[in-house]
């Protein structure tokens, strides 16, 4: 991978990509760990909800014996109860980012 190089002091330092990598693994492992054993638990606590959401899992399944990328956007339900399980268990309840006006064109 090539880096150009620029004035900002941090992409400079020799420990950029190092923090950077961290970051990614921190960032990706915490956040999607969090929802999905939050989310996993509050199935094992609605079997109702589990039921549901298996057999719309498992009619694709049966018909085809895999699940194809085409066929999980078609899940509606899967993708309810993940967009429950992040509004419920929100891994990152605020953004604490502001903009730059300097930097807005
Ligand atoms: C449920 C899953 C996730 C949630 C809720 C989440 C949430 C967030 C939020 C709110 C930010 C800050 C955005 C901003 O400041 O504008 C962020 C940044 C970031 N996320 Fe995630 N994230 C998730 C999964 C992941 C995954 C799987 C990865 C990597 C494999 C990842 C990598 C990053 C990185 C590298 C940043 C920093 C981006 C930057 O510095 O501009 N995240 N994430």
């Not at 085409?70 to 990152?92: F, K, N, P």
């Amino acid at each position: 991978m090539r880096l150009e190089r620029s004035d900002c002091p941090f992409t400079n330092h020799p420990d950029f990509i190092t923090a950077q990598v961290a970051t990614f693994l921190l960032a990706g492992f915490e956040t999607s760990f969090a929802v999905l054993a939050l989310t996993l638990y509050e199935l094992a606590k609605q079997a109702d909800i589990q039921q549901r959401l298996r057999r719309e899992i498992n009619e694709p399944v049966h018909q085809n014996t895999s699940l194809t990328y085409d066929q999980l956007q078609q899940l509606c339900y899967l993708h309810q109860v993940v967009c429950e399980g992040l509004r419920t268990y929100s891994s990152a309840a605020f953004i604490n980012r502001g903009c730059i006006p300097s930097q807005i064109p």
